[in-house]
Structure formats: C-alpha cells, structure tokens
C-alpha cells in the first residue's frame, strides 16, 4: 500500500490570490491524480500529473488555472490560481499503484 | 447517461440489517471496481476492489461483480452505526484503454439507525 501525505490540510485564501498543494507519496506509485470534490457533491478528475512533462487536463480544466508539477515519481503539486469562491472545495491527490487508488487526506481550501 | 451511476439516495437501514448499494458503468473496457467509504469532512477509503466476474467477500463486506451486466454492488451485512457514510463507486480502465483513469459516481449516503 501507499501513504499519500497533502499539505496545507486546510486553508482560508483570500480572493484573487493562488495556493499550492503539495503531495508526497512514501512509495514508487504509476499515476498521480488530482481530484476536486465541492460540497455535497463526487469527486471530479482535474488532471493526471504527468512525470517530467505537462499535465494531462480533463475538459473544464486548464493549465492557467491549475499547473501541475510532478518533478519526480513521489511528488505533485497543484496551484489553485487567482482564487475565487467558486474554488472552495476540497482536492484530493490520488495515486495508484498495482491497480489500486489511493488517496491523500485532502486540502480543505475555503475562498473568501 | 453518466459513465458511473450509483442507485440514488439517501439509504436509511436499521441496525443488523443487510444495506445493498448498486452501481452500473458504461465502459465495457472496465478493469478494476472499487468500493470507497467517505464519511463526512474524510477522504475516502478504500473498502473493496474486484477485478474478476463474481462474489468477493472481506468481512461484513461483499463485493459483488458482473461485467456482462456492468454492474457491481456491494452488501454491508449486519450494518452498524459506524457504517452510516456516502459510499462512491469507482471504476478504472487501464493505462492502455482510458489512460488508467478512474471515474467515481455521485456516491449514495448510507444511514444506518440504532
């Protein structure tokens, strides 16, 4: 199994500013997810963080609102940029190892 | 029609009763099944996976997989308080087929009274 730690666990941003989550995973993973989750709602794909190259966005999301690095096999970031209150949520990294998700414990991220 | 569809909710179960939560997909390519529990402020965790056509069980817990039918349930036997959450269904293709990617459904809320 993988051990996925995020950072900040939760966050109050202020409006127009952006804020990057860190996710570490404490073992050799083959895909690095991040998922946003809005209140009272599933948890929606933003993108696959891609080792060393750009990240692979779903539709609805762009590079310009959230890059994503993933410098090596064990670490992403995302940015949340240009806050709004639109983008309180949680965001989850996710990685899978042989076959299985995993999932960090989520950033807590409220836009005022 | 969405890729993954859980039966809507909320389910209320009295405790020692059997829940049955369903879940179908679109995908037929579909690999891996998962069943996430997320209680509320949590991430979710992992309770089952299946990958193979018929009963997986792992406890109170079984997991139940039919790919003819794209369907995959799961039944909470015995329920307890402890299991009222909203429980996602999740599926994965492979790295080949839908890039390895997964996709959840909205989740059902589960709502087991003593």
């Known amino acids: 199994s993988a051990v996925i730690s995020q950072k900040p666990s939760r966050d109050i941003c202020q409006r127009g500013t952006s804020l990057t989550i860190q996710c570490q995973v404490d073992?050799?993973?083959?895909?690095m997810f991040w998922y946003r989750q809005q209140p009272g709602q599933s948890l929606t794909l933003i993108a696959t963080a891609n080792q060393g190259s750009e990240a692979t966005y779903e539709s609805g999301f762009v590079i310009d609102k959230f890059p994503i690095s993933r410098p090596n096999l064990t670490f992403s970031t995302l940015t949340v940029s240009n806050m709004s209150p639109e983008d309180s949520s949680i965001y989850l990294c996710?990685?899978?190892?042989?076959?299985?998700?995993?999932f960090g414990e989520g950033s807590w991220l409220t836009v005022v | 029609q969405k890729e993954v569809e859980q039966n809507s909710g909320p389910l209320s179960v009295p405790e020692g009763a059997i829940a049955s939560l369903n879940c179908t997909y679109s995908?037929?390519?579909?690999?891996?099944f998962f069943w996430y529990r997320q209680y509320s402020g949590k991430s979710p965790e992992l309770i089952m996976s299946i990958y193979s056509n018929g009963d997986k069980e792992d406890g109170r817990f079984t997991a139940q997989l039919n790919k003819a039918s794209q369907y995959v349930s799961l039944l909470i036997r015995d329920s307890q308080p402890s299991d009222s959450a909203t429980y996602l269904c999740a599926v994965k293709g492979s790295a080949n087929t839908n890039a390895g990617k997964s996709t959840f459904g909205d989740g059902t809320t589960l709502t087991v009274k003593p």
């Open positions: 995908d037929r390519v579909s690999q891996s």
């Open positions: 996710s990685a899978t190892g042989w076959d299985t998700i995993y």
């Open positions: 073992s050799q993973v083959t895909m």
